[in-house]
């Protein structure tokens, strides 16, 4: 039975973020839960929300710079409810970011007053609670889910434990931060090592991987660049 991923985020904002993110899931052969496939339901889309995240085998939020629509009767927005609900049923998470140096965001997609300081908030927590990982596209966020759930799976078909894989999935990633600078350096003198064509989002992590000491995990997200690459050439 394939594993399913609930992924969670604001709508309007991320439509192709999500479009590209439920593709990986179909590729991988995953079943994929998102507010996309609701239909015609009875139930409250809060209801609904928090019913497929209990569905779910794994937790995929996305965040921007919307905070996103608010639940009147506990003043949070659903994708925050979404996100406490996998906290509760300690459903292994993996949380992505946008990074707001270098990801465009047209500006009626950036939340101001009450809003922005309640997604602040949750952010800082988010950063406090998981190793986060910071998207610049929609293609970097796609290929770094694609790494991350092939890594969390197969931890999952190892230790089908809730509690065990929330641990696995918090601690997947050790990186070492890399400034943009110390980035172009390394990547210039790592040229002639790695030939094929890496994301600069891959190699940025396996470079950090590797000065962080995890020569292994730094291996496999080399590997993972080189399928995906494959992958992209074998459908054009």
Do not use: W
């Not at 101001?112 to 970097?140: M, N, Y």
């Not at 940025?204 to 962080?212: C, F, H, Q, V």
């Amino acid at each position: 039975m394939s594993p399913s991923i609930f992924v969670s985020s604001t709508f309007a904002d991320l439509q192709r973020h999500r479009q590209l993110v439920r593709e990986v899931i179909c590729r991988l052969e995953y079943d994929s839960k998102a507010m996309e496939f609701f239909g015609a339901l009875p139930e409250t889309p809060k209801d609904e929300c928090l019913r497929l995240g209990r569905s779910a085998n794994a937790y995929v939020g996305i965040f921007a710079m919307r905070y996103g629509f608010v639940d009147t009767q506990s003043g949070k927005s659903l994708t925050q409810l979404e996100y406490e609900e996998a906290q509760a049923i300690r459903l292994p998470s993996l949380i992505y970011l946008m990074d707001e140096d270098a990801h465009p965001v047209l500006p009626k997609h950036v939340d101001t007053g009450s809003s922005a300081e309640k997604l602040l908030d949750l952010k800082q927590l988010l950063k406090k609670s998981h190793v986060v990982s910071f998207f610049a596209s929609p293609e970097d966020l796609a290929a770094k889910v694609t790494q991350d759930l092939v890594r969390l799976v197969g931890a999952m078909a190892k230790q089908p434990t809730a509690q065990v894989l929330s641990q696995v999935a918090a601690n997947a990633v050790k990186r070492h931060p890399l400034s943009q600078a110390r980035f172009e350096y390394l990547r210039q003198q790592t040229s002639e090592i790695f030939k094929h064509d890496v994301p600069d989002s891959m190699l940025r992590e396996a470079l950090e991987l590797i000065i962080g000491g995890d020569k292994m995990a730094a291996a496999f997200c080399l590997v993972v660049a080189r399928l995906c690459i494959l992958m992209t050439q074998s459908m054009d």
